[in-house]
């Protein structure tokens, strides 16, 4: 054989085999098509953006143009106010300190002097995350920012933030950067209703535009970010710690960039902005309900801005009549006793009320203060003091609802026996705590009734550990509550109300224990309109939070509290009414929260400094000694009330409670109640009637401790039944209602 055989034998031999086709789905996929299908679509991209761009042109300037007054009306369709023109002064940029400037340029947009106006990759990530209901996302640059304000709108959609991109673009070639930075910081929205620089220099610390230093600039420019978060006035203590972070972003992208020298930053301290003051027109309670309103809409997710730029009608669910009658209720029964002028103590005494139709969540009227032209925090809806003992109701809300048991294995209910002892440690937590009864008051052996109807804080603080605290938390939270700023901790000592709620909150929750359970969310918008576009507002009747037995048992007990207990100033025939008072520690807070089958009503009172808003104590108001829940809180509540009920009502609780057992007989005869003689009847709330000094939270003298608690008819106890069989029940007391009127549900006497 050959050489050139030997060859052609040995490629022969080493020839590879076929390579296998390769299947449909892999030839779809091939790198080459793939690299050709993604240079094909970004062509295709490229081409739409060229058509965008010459399509698209600049607009007229609408920003202003298209600011309106918003409208507010009463439930009856009366106009309660009308909002002012825009609050808007536009300044040229020589007007504005270059510091000031610069610290815009430092939050905004480092690259702002440099940059062609738009920011591709934070455009597109605005896009996905509005195609993918995210909602509003930054990224912007101080260029696309100024076109939304001054010639697009808020809205977040897609075509609008392709149309904000092409803008820019265009304006960035048009305008120099001097004039996109002045036009941005003129059209920008500060909060207060400011739009504007001036008129922000004006509404935060009272000075013009010209006069701001380098960290009131700083602070209005973090402001832009989230303005009604970080007003200072109103911001949560998260918010407040999130401003002066962002403060501080500013301040140090400012030393970044030589735009403000190292040594100044660092005696740079923050620049706490004034208190706001109300517009013209906003005075009384006016400013209150309208801020109510608006704060509302805005967890409706409506953007603040959008509704300080007008064009709305907003009725609200205020009742005018009931909302006039509990401001002279307050006045009657508070205003008048007191010398703000005169008595130091008097000064500090600040109000608030909320009150709503438990059957429809509606918030029929409400108080936020002396006016708030005066005092601009709303003490309806504040939520900076503990609500102390009205949160009771919802511990034993917890216990009934989780069929929590005692430490020796009993289960809880009206009739379950509790040591009240002053200081007693509670047992079974990991969490030490003994608290003190008020004046150190010790009880003995007494049943849950007596401990609610007394509000004794030894009971109340061992039910807690019973029922776990982190459950009673839940059944807070699903009872309308709020852990605001982190003050609910899952400890023993929330059995006190240690947690911060408004009175907004607290007759929310008592509306739904009104509401057999049935979650009810206060609204006070009955309808937001804008330009023929109405806003969804959902039905604040939600789903059963708690069992309606639960409810109701816990409406019973607290009818004890109003007929036999530390609630007694709100105690008629004129109507059935069931609630519960709260003074917090060192007396800094006092309440009332009561309701009947109609209405549910929240009542506090708080003290505060008059400068620099320090809680203090509110002893010695009206040189009355201790203010506590069972006095002005709850003769504002009876008053309203009785005004509020046209003088009264045949309305009754449909009760379907749970009949206590009692845990052991008691050798005693029945107790009979006594009609109490006239000098010690309280008087059917009367605005013409002077209301005896109230009770304290604690009785007069302590009951004799026995083994099963009994009381005496002379001391207006929840009345006990006869000797019974340990098995039998008992009703705890006869709630008082209209004579002739059917009295509960289940375990009802004829």
Not at 44 to 50: E, H, I, K, R, Y
Not at 448 to 468: L, P, T
Request: charged fraction near 25%.
């Amino acid at each position: 054989m050959g050489r050139a055989d030997e060859r052609r034998a040995r490629h022969r031999g080493t020839r590879r085999a076929p390579k296998p086709r390769r299947s449909g789905i892999r030839r779809l996929f091939t790198w080459k098509k793939m690299l050709g299908t993604f240079f094909g679509l970004c062509l295709l991209v490229m081409g739409a953006f060229v058509v965008l761009y010459l399509t698209v042109s600049v607009p007229d300037a609408n920003a202003q143009a298209k600011m309106q007054s918003n409208v507010y009306k009463y439930s009856d369709g009366t106009v309660l106010a009308r909002t002012g023109e825009v609050n808007r002064e536009i300044v040229g940029l020589e007007e504005i300190p270059q510091p000031v400037q610069r610290t815009f340029v430092a939050a905004e947009n480092k690259s702002f002097y440099q940059d062609a106006g738009v920011d591709i990759k934070g455009t597109a990530r605005g896009v996905l995350n509005t195609l993918s209901g995210k909602g509003k996302q930054g990224g912007s640059t101080i260029t696309q920012q100024y076109v939304k304000n001054y010639y697009l709108t808020q809205d977040q959609t897609v075509s609008r933030k392709l149309k904000e991109l092409v803008i820019s673009l265009k304006v960035d070639r048009k305008l120099s950067k001097n004039e996109i930075l002045a036009g941005y910081i003129n059209t920008s929205y500060y909060g207060r209703t400011a739009y504007g620089i001036q008129a922000a220099a004006q509404a935060y610390y009272g000075v013009d535009a010209a006069k701001l230093n380098v960290a009131q600039g700083a602070y209005l420019a973090a402001l832009l970010q989230a303005p009604s978060q970080y007003d200072w006035a109103e911001a949560t203590p998260l918010g407040k710690k999130l401003v002066t972070a962002r403060w501080n972003y500013v301040l140090d992208n400012m030393v970044e960039q030589h735009w403000l020298d190292a040594s100044v930053r660092a005696g740079l301290k923050f620049p706490v902005p004034h208190e706001p003051k109300v517009a013209p027109g906003m005075e009384g309670q006016t400013g209150y309900l309208v801020k109510a309103a608006d704060e509302e809409l805005v967890r409706q997710g409506v953007d603040k801005e959008q509704i300080d730029a007008g064009g709305w009608t907003i009725t609200l669910n205020i009742d005018r009549k009931k909302q006039r009658e509990l401001v002279k209720s307050v006045d009657e029964q508070l205003e008048d006793k007191i010398d703000r002028k005169k008595n130091k103590t008097d000064a500090t005494v600040q109000a608030g009320a909320t009150s709503v139709d438990p059957k429809t969540g509606k918030v029929l009227a409400l108080y936020g203060g002396v006016g708030a032209t005066e005092h601009w925090l709303s003490n309806a809806t504040r939520q900076d003091y503990q609500p102390a003992s009205t949160f009771k109701p919802v511990v034993l809300a917890s216990a009934l609802e989780n069929g929590a048991r005692t430490q020796d294995g009993k289960k809880i209910d009206i009739g379950t026996v509790y040591d009240g002892t002053s200081k007693r440690p509670v047992k079974g937590s990991d969490t030490p705590f003994a608290p003190e009864n008020e004046d150190d008051h010790s009880y003995g052996p007494v049943d849950v009734q007596k401990a609610m109807s007394d509000s004794i804080n030894s009971v109340f603080a061992q039910m807690v550990v019973d029922v776990g605290p982190a459950k009673v938390k839940q059944t807070a939270l699903d009872l309308g509550m709020t852990d605001v700023a982190d003050s609910f901790p899952e400890r023993p000592a929330i059995s006190l109300g240690t947690m911060d709620a408004s009175t907004w909150d607290m007759a929310g929750v008592y509306a739904t224990l009104d509401n057999h359970g049935r979650k009810v969310t206060p609204t006070i918008l009955e309808s937001a309109e804008h330009k023929n576009k109405l806003v969804d507002l959902p039905d604040p009747i939600g789903k059963q939070v708690i069992d309606r037995e639960t409810a109701d048992t816990v409406t019973h007990v607290l009818q004890g509290v109003v007929a036999n207990g530390s609630g007694s100033a709100a105690r008629t025939d004129a109507y059935q009414a069931a609630g519960k008072t709260g003074t917090s520690e060192n007396n800094k807070s006092a309440w009332f929260v009561a309701y009947t089958p109609q209405l549910t009503t929240a009542v506090a009172l708080f003290g505060e400094a008059p400068k620099g808003g320090t809680q203090v104590s509110l002893t010695g108001t009206a040189n009355s000694g201790r203010a506590n829940g069972g006095g002005f809180p709850a003769r504002i509540w009876a008053d309203y009330t009785l005004a509020a009920l046209n003088g009264g009502s045949d309305a009754t609780f449909d009760l379907d409670y749970r009949k206590p057992v009692r845990e052991k007989p008691t050798p005693t005869p029945t107790p009979t109640r006594s009609t109490p003689s006239p000098s010690t009847t309280s008087p059917s709330p009367s605005r013409s009637t002077e209301t005896p000094e109230p009770p304290t939270d604690t009785p007069s003298a302590p009951p004799t401790p026995s083994e099963s608690p009994s009381e005496s008819a002379t001391q207006s106890p929840p009345v006990t039944a006869p000797v019974t069989p340990p098995d039998e029940t008992l009703e705890p007391f006869e709630p008082f209602g209209p004579p002739g009127t059917s009295r509960g549900g289940q375990g009802r006497t004829p």
